[in-house]
């Protein structure tokens, strides 16, 4: 009754540290073949290194930089060419630059979009085909900032994400005539690199733990745990949804 992926092909963005090298470990446990990818050099090696001391199967490739879309496709069609197929797009990889709206540049704002939200479009839109072959499952993940304020200058951050809810919406519409389903993940206060920062102010993470029911901050694993599931077949009657992971936070 544990969830298996044997036989799948499931690609993985941003499998470098943080919660893509936990689904990297979770999904290869669980019989999949991960192909992953990260723009950082070291972190991705180690995640590699990680998986096969387990005995999972993983191939991976860096750097790829995900936020040019020729990097991407051409990341995607490496992918598929390794095995003839893809069953699962994982789109975890993000990257934000943060700054008040008013005095918010171009540069800032544009690299947000490409980094959190064109990354989506540029490796699921090449993936599609191989995934209307068999069926398959995308995995799209967003953040509570989607839909909640939480505060702070992050006003590109929190529309990429919360366009992400919605590219989800429209592909689960798009993909249920060829068997495709398509999911989202909404973490809260998870402890990753990303994150880091933030969690190292201790009056910040006190602040964040305070708005949280169940009293502590998120682990990689939990969100890992929850995409396992709705990639396996127990979730076969799940699509188009925006799956909240937060400890209550958005709840309090
Ligand atoms: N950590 C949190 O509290 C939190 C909360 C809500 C949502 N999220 C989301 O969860 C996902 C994973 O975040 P994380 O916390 O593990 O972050 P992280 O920064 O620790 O890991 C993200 C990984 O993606 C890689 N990456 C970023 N841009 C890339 C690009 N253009 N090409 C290739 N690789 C790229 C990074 O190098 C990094 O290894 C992200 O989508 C993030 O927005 C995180």
Redesign the pocket.
Known sequence: MIPRLDGKVALI????????RAAAQYFAAAGAHVIG????VE?NRETVALVRASGGKITSMEP????SRDEARSWVDQAAAIEGRLDIVYN?????RAGAFETLSDPDWDFTVR??LD?VYSVTQRAWPFLKRKGGVVIN?????ATHTPGGPYGAHNAT?GAVVSLTRSLAVEGAPHNIRVVCI??????????APVLADNARRERLLARHLIKRI?R?ED?AAAALFLASDYASFITGINLVIDGGYTAS
Do not use: R
């Open positions: 963005t941003g499998t470098g540290g943080g919660q893509g990818c990260d723009v950082k972190g790829v930089d995900l936020g975890n990889a993000s990257a934000i980094n959190e990354l993940i967003a953040s509570i900032c994400k909404s973490p809260g206060v998870i402890d990753t690199p990303g994150l998120g990689p969100i």
